[in-house]
């Protein structure tokens, strides 16, 4: 990241500070400075350790849950976390900026509304669409990132990482909003002697503004006194892959399928 009078002062201290600790760590210790703690309501004890491999499933509607969900594992002393996101978006783009190890925090998926050939762009992401003219993927290679992205993420929740997946797919609520099928894909790949030990979380970040957010950091950046704020990340009904694919689905590995279960489990969690 390129420093100068234009870069907050806040980012500027976080990229020192990943330049000595991992990206969570960062994250969660500079919420803790800034009088921004996260406060989770739930069990913890699915996941609160290195080399457990959990599944997050989860709510985008205030726009900064990439952020958190990184902070909050940091804050339970995680690292290995790996979160399904489109790369053009500006938070996955600063995370990358600050990743001063190169962990490689994202996987990368390319949804339909972003593919360069495709018909009517007048959609969602229109201006993703216009800044990242260049560099947009044509349906068949988006096709082959996605199903690499799947591929990787029941890979790493297999060798006990953690996963984070938005699957409404935009800063929308996961319990108003269609899902993408896509955790249901990573479910059907995980391995069979995996899914006992995997656990799926799903999760959603109590009501903030970006604003409130931003304005609390850039605020504790200048020296100011800030008022203390907490975060609240909560944690829904935990369940073991292989508990959930025997309660809901009656052992089925339909993609569609997962995806509803896991939609409908969602809904009663957090309606």
């Known amino acids: 990241m390129k420093t100068g009078r234009r870069v907050p002062k806040f980012l500027q201290a976080l990229q020192d500070m990943t330049s000595e600790v991992a990206l969570p760590y960062a994250f969660a210790e500079y919420l803790r400075l800034a009088r921004l703690p996260i406060t989770i309501n739930g069990d913890t004890s699915g996941w609160n350790s290195i080399g457990k491999g959990v599944l997050f499933i989860g709510d985008h509607r205030n726009g ?9 594992l940091g804050q339970e002393g995680r ?7 489109k790369p053009y978006a500006l938070s ?72 984070g997946v938005f699957p409404t797919g935009g800063v929308k609520s996961a319990t108003k909003s269609a899902w993408y099928r896509g955790v249901g894909e990573m479910i059907k790949l995980l391995p069979e002697e995996a899914r006992e030990r995997v656990v799926i979380i799903p999760f959603q970040f109590g009501h903030f503004t970006q604003f409130q957010v931003v304005a609390t950091l850039w605020l504790y950046s200048k020296g100011f006194k800030v008022k203390p704020r907490t975060l609240s990340l909560n944690l829904g009904r935990q369940i073991t892959v292989a508990d959930f694919l025997a309660s809901e689905t009656a052992g089925s590995t339909d993609p569609q399928v997962i995806t509803e279960r896991l939609r409908l489990r969602y809904v009663q969690d957090f309606h």
Request: proline share 2%; glycine share 4%.
């Open 92 to 163: 996955v783009r600063l995370t990358e900026a600050l990743d001063m190890h190169h962990e490689g925090y994202i996987l990368p998926v390319i949804p339909g509304t972003l593919v360069s050939d495709r018909l009517n762009i007048f959609n969602r992401d229109i201006w993703m669409r216009v800044f990242n003219a260049n560099k947009l993927s044509t349906q068949k290679e988006a096709k082959a990132i996605n199903v690499t992205a799947m591929k990787n993420a029941a890979s790493f929740l297999a060798n006990g990482y953690a996963v």
């Open 79 to 85: 690292k290995d976390i790996k979160i399904i996101g």
């Open 64 to 72: 900064l849950e990439y952020f958190l969900l990184l902070a909050a």
